[in-house]
Each structure stands twice: as C-alpha cells, then as structure tokens.
C-alpha cells in the first residue's frame, strides 16, 4: 500500500472585487513578500514620515505588483476607484493571508518536531 504524502498547493486563490487571484508561494516570491512585508512595517511604524499622496500611491501600485503583475495591479487599483487608501486594506488582507500561511507552516513544523520527540521517548 503507498504512503500519502499531504501536500500544499504553493499558490493561494483570493478574490478581489469578484475577481479570482493566484498569489504565489514560491520560495522565490515568499523572499520578495518578506522584503515588502518589512518595508511596510518599517514605514507604518515611522510616525515621522510624512508621505506625500503621490508616494502612496506610489507605495500601493508597488505592493500590489509584488503579488501580481503590473497589469493586475493597476486594475486592481481602478476598480478600488483609484484609491490608496482602499488598496492599502486590500494590501493589509494580502499580507495577512502570507502570514497565516507562515505560520501554518511553521506549526506543522513544530507539531511534527514534538510528535518526533514523543516517539523517541516512547520508543
């Protein structure tokens, strides 16, 4: 009989304004969410930075292509009624799903460390 290996797609489906996206979990682009992850964290917790609108929007578009492309990004972005400060919730959702599944992953890491051990002092 063949061991089932539990597997995990490396892309998550989300929908934004009725429209299915694929974010992609690849080794790759986890690397570059990680980067974005910690630029917007820097600049939330710059109380000082007074960004100018146009930085934003900037800031926004940017975002977003980092989980998809240009193409998505800016449509994204019209149909939030052209709006940063909408997309910067959508932004937050995105990075949000990222993190719960880090931390999906890093738990099943630990629950296998823990029953690993559990067999080792049984055993």
Do not use: H
């Not at 996206?21 to 630029?39: G, M, P, T, V």
């Not at 296998?112 to 002092?121: A, G, N, Q």
Request: aromatic share 10%; proline share 1%; hydrophobic share 40%.
């Amino acid at each position: 009989m063949p061991i089932i290996i539990d597997t995990k797609k490396a892309f998550e489906e989300v929908v934004i304004y009725e429209q299915t996206y694929i974010i992609d979990f690849s080794d790759e682009k986890l690397l570059e969410y990680e980067q974005e992850a910690a630029k917007w964290e820097k600049i939330s917790n710059d109380e000082s930075a007074n960004r100018s609108l146009a930085d934003n929007i900037n800031l926004v578009k940017e975002g977003l292509i980092v989980f998809f492309d240009e193409k998505i990004a800016e449509e994204i972005y019209k149909n939030s009624g052209n709006s940063s400060m909408v997309c910067t919730n959508i932004i937050m959702q995105i990075f949000k799903v990222f993190k719960e599944r880090m931390a999906e992953f890093e738990d099943k890491k630990l629950q296998e460390y823990l029953e690993d051990e559990d067999t080792e002092i049984s055993g």
